[in-house]
């Protein structure tokens, strides 16, 4: 198994906020790597970075094993890497449709295409000629989902999927997940719903205050092991 | 009749207007940029076209287009090298910048060219009319003016709303950020923008310049006027700028018809105060807030 | 069954206090108070000592007084406002105009049609408001530029205020000639020595916390209490009301009012310029950049449109490479500040004289990370 993505001692800063201290892991190919944690914790942080959206100040991000530290974002997707960043941001003026075929622009050659994104979120069919600011949050979490697929990544990062939505919607989303799991992508999933996550998740590592307060596999974590390491108690 | 004609030449006026609108709204649209040098990088290209034609004997079309694909050029270098770098921190920085951009052309332009008046000649074609009734004519080149300006509008629609880069600049505009997390390359776009702006505003210079004269310090008007299409008929919007633009125009020689050549340009600006005061967002508002 | 313990009190806070000035400030007092009694009474000493006035400085520092006074208002505006204008040039000239209507159609005297004129351009500057906040930006820049044209355009229609070709300042004319220069002079100084006190008592108000908050956070500002409109409002009348005034010193120096000259918008650019090289959003920034500007204005005039054309390229180049200014630069570098205007928390265990490092303001974290 080879290993597609590492950070090593990456620090990032806002300003003169620090969000994220030394912060190393490796992740393998086709694993599905969940990070957990309260808010502020640096889990977003974290997959911003790793989609270039963010500079660590000192540490590396490696991807299959070379530095992308000096790639901008743009360039990233091009090379495998996408990501669904928080609260959606989809693109509101465009079509469900438009938002899809845009999420192709920098991408890769690949299976995904629109018509296969629709197959994993049927959902979206009758939606495709709607202006994407009309859609509910559901809707909107599929379609972002959907978005980042079309560029056909390697390594696909979901920050915080489940925020903002019904229970019922969730399942749905994570249905669609498991799906994705099994599909030979690797994953990194951002969440602050615990229970949902460790469902599908190969390996898990808690998040305070910017640093790596727990990690392994969710069953080896006891549930007292995992609210302690949340909380920082 | 003399109305009618009156507001028929206000509103083929207005299509120059909204020429000038258009590339200064695609901007704002793609960027959140207000460029205060927009009106003089027009006249720029207009003396630009003077020059060559001066200088190298080439006729009127062939100046104009060299002069448009010149102008592209520039305002991508311009986005690219300097422009960029003045965006994103706060509203401040593009227009100080831009603004000393239009104090540099202004006198750049009067230091090589003088602060006369100058002209460019398209022959016959600027007198001719063309009869409607006994008491109505048409000016042949405000009605090509006018119908240039449809043509381009139009184009600009549907290379936003059907090209792959047009896509592009949406999604820039909506999110930039989410832009880029589709492998789309802001600095590039921001670029390309300014680029078809400016080439825009080329064609708005070089017409402006063969209908009335035109001297270095004229671009300060032109972008006031395009500032009041713009809002007028609606931020989001290039049929409202062309629409907004129209509304000015007429106004302005409605007002010198009824008023005095004074004042036409008076109540121009005392209606878009009004548009302003009473439906701030324009006639077709696609986004409420700037 | 145990409950988790929560009467216990949290540690006692250090105790401390907020301070404003320090050992440099009361220096910088000192030393300003001798620079304007010195700059007052100049011409009088030179006169005891030399029999003659130094008529020609003293015309030439009423230009930099009033570019002085100017360039705190457009600082005032947009350094600590965040309104960008690009049209002050409306009001300088209404100021311009109104020392004419004042002093020459209601004969009040010249000195005191000086002051009154501002209210001409508070006139206009009012009902305007309304209309212009509801735009952001460079369009509400281009909206200034907007007003200053149908002002411009209104004044050179109307025969009675002499239409295009302009007026002569009569009652500023018929004042005798000692009287007129000295009066000039010491009008403009205290015009621009008034510009900082007033920005200077203005920022240390309620007035000046509700701007720095408005200008870093709009929205924010709002839903803290702030009443934003009000704010920027008052702020917009007093920058119109000065450089009103400023234009009425300006034609008394004249003694020519002009639409044209009155209402060029090379008003704004000599403003824009000089803030933006002396230093944005400080106090300092604008007395530094008026001198550095009056200096080259004085070397490099004769030139004309070169001399703008360089203005053009220098502002430029500072806001790409050096956005804070020159003071911006020193004040960041030696954490220097002449003004008192800022708060500082400061804790008992710190001695009284030091300057701890102030928190780092907002945009200074931006201008970092950009």
């Not at chain 3, 800022?342 to 780092?360: G, Y």
């Amino acid at each position: 198994m080879s290993v597609v993505l590492e950070l090593k001692d990456v620090d990032v800063f806002y300003g003169d906020f620090q969000a994220l201290f030394k912060v190393s892991f490796e992740v393998e190919e086709g694993m599905t790597f969940a990070f957990i944690g309260a808010n502020g914790g640096g889990k977003s942080t974290l997959l911003r970075t790793i989609a270039g959206l963010q500079r660590p100040r000192s540490g590396h991000v490696l991807f299959h094993g070379e530095p992308v530290d000096q790639f901008s974002a743009h360039k990233r997707v091009g090379m495998g890497i996408a990501l669904v960043p928080e609260g959606r941001r989809v693109f509101p003026s465009l079509t469900v449709r438009e938002n899809l075929i845009i999420g192709a622009y920098g991408g890769r050659k690949g299976d995904w295409n629109v018509e296969s994104v629709v197959e994993l979120f049927p959902l979206l069919r009758p939606l495709m000629k709607r202006q994407a600011s009309s859609l509910s949050g559901g809707e909107q979490q599929a379609l972002a989902i959907g978005r980042a697929l079309m560029s056909n990544p390697e390594l696909l990062l979901l920050d915080e999927v489940s925020l903002g939505l019904a229970p019922v919607v969730i399942k749905r989303i994570y249905e669609a997940m498991v799906l994705l799991v099994g599909s030979g992508h690797t994953i990194l999933v951002v969440e602050q719903d615990v229970q949902h996550v460790l469902t599908v998740a190969d390996y898990v590592a808690c998040f305070l205050e910017g640093k790596i307060s727990l990690e392994g596999k969710p069953g080896d974590l006891s549930s007292e092991a995992i609210t302690a390491a949340y909380f920082g108690m | 009749m003399i109305w009618a004609n009156v507001a028929i030449q206000g509103m083929l006026l207005g299509g120059l207007y909204a020429l000038f609108a258009t590339g200064l709204a695609l901007v704002f649209g793609v960027m959140r940029m207000v460029n205060l040098a927009h009106g003089d990088l027009g006249i720029l290209a207009a003396f630009v076209a003077l020059f060559i034609i001066q200088s190298f004997g080439l006729p009127l079309l062939w100046a104009s287009i060299v002069t448009i694909i010149i102008m592209f050029l520039v305002g991508y270098v311009l986005q690219r090298g300097l422009l960029n770098r003045t965006l994103g921190v706060d509203d401040t920085r593009p227009i100080v910048v831009t603004f000393g951009l239009s104090i540099i052309i202004q006198n750049a332009l009067i230091m090589k060219f003088s602060a006369d008046s100058q002209g460019l000649d398209a022959g016959k074609i600027e007198n001719i009319s063309v009869k409607i009734t006994n008491q109505l004519s048409i000016g042949w080149f405000p009605l090509i003016v006018f119908v240039i300006a449809i043509a381009v509008i139009a184009a600009l629609q549907f290379f936003l709303a059907r090209a792959k880069l047009g896509r592009a600049f949406r999604a820039t505009s909506d999110d930039r950020e989410a832009a880029e997390l589709m492998g789309i390359n802001n600095k590039h776009i921001y670029s390309l923008a300014m680029a078809i702006a400016l080439a825009i505003v080329a064609v708005a210079g070089i017409l402006l310049a063969i209908r009335t004269t035109f001297d270095p310090t004229q671009g300060s008007f032109r972008l006031i006027y395009a500032f009041e299409a713009v809002i007028m008929g609606g931020m989001g919007s290039m049929w409202g700028t062309l629409l907004g633009g129209i509304v000015l125009g007429m106004s302005q020689t409605i007002g010198t018809q009824a008023f005095g050549a004074g004042w036409g340009l008076v109540v121009g600006h005392l209606v878009f105060l009004t548009v302003l005061a009473v439906r701030p967002s324009g006639f077709f508002a696609k986004t409420v807030t700037a | 069954m145990s409950t988790p313990d929560v009467t216990t009190p949290p540690e006692a806070a250090p105790a401390f206090r907020i301070a404003r000035s320090t050992r440099i400030h009361k220096y910088v007092l000192a030393v300003s108070v001798l620079i304007v009694f010195l700059l007052a009474a100049g011409p009088f000493i030179l006169q005891f000592v030399n029999g003659v006035q130094p008529v020609s400085t003293m015309r030439n520092l009423v230009t930099l007084f009033t570019l002085l006074a100017l360039a705190q208002m457009w600082n005032l505006l947009g350094g600590y406002a965040g309104l960008i204008s690009v049209g002050q040039q409306a009001y300088i000239g209404l100021g311009a105009y109104g020392l004419w209507l004042l002093g020459d159609v209601l004969h009040l005297h010249p000195f005191v049609a000086v002051f009154l004129a501002g209210l001409l351009a508070v006139a206009v500057a009012l009902p305007v408001a309304p209309l212009i906040f509801r735009l952001r930006g460079g369009y509400f820049a281009i909206g200034t530029w907007v007003i200053a044209e149908v002002v411009r355009l209104v004044v050179s229609n109307i025969q009675a205020t002499g239409g295009g070709s302009g007026k002569t300042v009569i009652s500023a004319a018929r004042l005798p000639i000692d009287t007129r220069i000295t009066g000039t002079y010491l009008l403009a100084l205290f015009v621009a020595v008034g510009s900082i006190l007033l920005v200077y008592f203005l920022l240390r108000s309620r007035l000046g916390l509700a701007l720095t908050a408005i200008r870093d956070n709009d929205l924010a500002a709002q839903s803290s209490g702030v009443n934003v409109f009000r704010s920027k409002l008052l702020v917009w009348v007093i920058a119109a009301y000065g450089c009103g005034v400023v234009g009425a010193v300006v034609a008394m120096n004249l003694l020519r009012i002009q639409p044209t000259a009155a209402f060029t918008v090379n008003w704004t650019a000599y403003m824009m310029f000089i803030v933006v090289i002396g230093g944005f959003g400080t106090i300092e920034g604008p007395i530094i950049g008026a001198v550095i500007y009056f200096a080259l204005l004085q070397s490099l005039s004769q030139y004309g449109t070169l001399y703008m054309l360089l203005l053009g390229i220098v502002a430029v180049i500072m806001v790409t490479v050096a956005p804070k200014g020159i003071w911006g630069y020193v004040a960041k570098r030696w954490n220097l500040h002449l003004f008192p205007v800022r708060r500082r928390l400061v804790f008992e265990s710190t001695p009284p004289d030091e300057d701890p490092k102030p928190a780092e303001s907002p945009d200074a974290a931006v201008a970092e990370s950009a």
